[in-house]
């Protein structure tokens, strides 16, 4: 089973950035729909990519695994 990850995190973060997913794909040189697939767990983020986006949006190494490895946390009723 893949994993999926809850980016709630970085989409804020792209927000407080004012940072739109074209700006943030153009940035570091893939596709927005590529980016979209990542931020949705479809596909993952590769290691370059995830130095890239820190180094954009001023993510110190310590909180790297809040914004990319926070397990989606499924609700049960």
């Not at 970085?10 to 407080?16: I, Q």
């Not at 940035?27 to 890239?52: A, D, M």
């Amino acid at each position: 089973m893949e994993a999926v990850y809850d980016y709630s995190l970085l989409k804020l973060r792209m927000k407080e950035f004012r940072l739109s997913q074209q700006d943030l794909a153009d940035e570091i040189g893939i596709s927005r729909v590529s980016l979209n697939k990542k931020l949705h767990s479809i596909t993952g983020f590769k290691q370059n990519e995830i130095k890239k986006i820190c180094a954009i949006l001023n993510i110190k190494d310590k909180y790297i695994r809040f914004y990319f490895f926070t397990n989606v946390v499924k609700k049960v009723e």
